[in-house]
């Protein structure tokens, strides 16, 4: 099972943020069903532009850059010439079918794995690009995507074969 992760701050904490802002200032404060809903669309407009745009976005108060990086993936042999695997990502759908038409394959648990030829062997991943961060021990801080972000990289990789991303 996935490891489950625990955010900081989360939407309830940005309203309550926002709300108290507002007070003092005496301005108006808007609902919390809007405020989600600005937000969401907000963020979304962001992943849309980084992701089917390939642009990246500048993080404020000097936290770095959001993009997405590309990778070459590259074979690895071990010592008696056997591909290692650890690296590679599984192709579960190619895997069923294998299995479905092979019983030989399925018993000795063969697995196949994603070769991306249509993208010249890159993969592709959010980064979070942090040279100019000016937070202390920026190292330790991580930024985790949910699904459908990560899942939009592949669809627009897939739909628009122009596209290029950072390496």
């Keep these: ?13 940005i309203y309550k943020f926002y709300k108290e802002n507002q ?13 989600r ?6 963020n979304k407009e962001i992943c ?13 108060y000097r936290l770095g850059y959001l993009r997405i990086r590309k990778h070459k ?17 599984p192709d579960w759908k190619a895997t069923k079918e294998l299995w479905s038409n092979n019983e030989e394959a399925k018993e000795s648990k063969k697995i196949v794995y994603h070769t991306n030829r249509h993208t010249s062997s890159f993969y592709f991943k959010w980064f979070w690009d ?21 899942r939009s990289i592949a669809q627009a990789v897939k739909n628009n074969e122009k596209l290029d991303y950072y390496e």
Excluded at 1 to 13: F, L, N, Q, T, W
Excluded at 37 to 42: C, F, T, W
């Design 37 to 42: 809903k600005i937000l969401k669309h907000h």
């Design 73 to 89: 993936t590259r074979l690895k042999l071990d010592a008696d010439g056997k591909l290692i695997t650890s690296h590679l990502k």
């Design 130 to 150: 942090k040279r100019t961060c000016n937070i202390k021990n920026s190292s330790v801080y991580s930024i985790l995507m949910s699904r459908a972000n990560k």
């Design 1 to 13: 099972m996935a490891e489950r992760y625990i955010s900081d701050y989360g939407i309830v904490d």
């Design 23 to 35: 007070k003092e200032k005496g301005l108006p404060i808007i609902d919390e069903l809007v405020f």
């Design 48 to 60: 849309k532009s980084i992701v089917e745009e390939s642009n990246e976005f500048r993080l404020p």
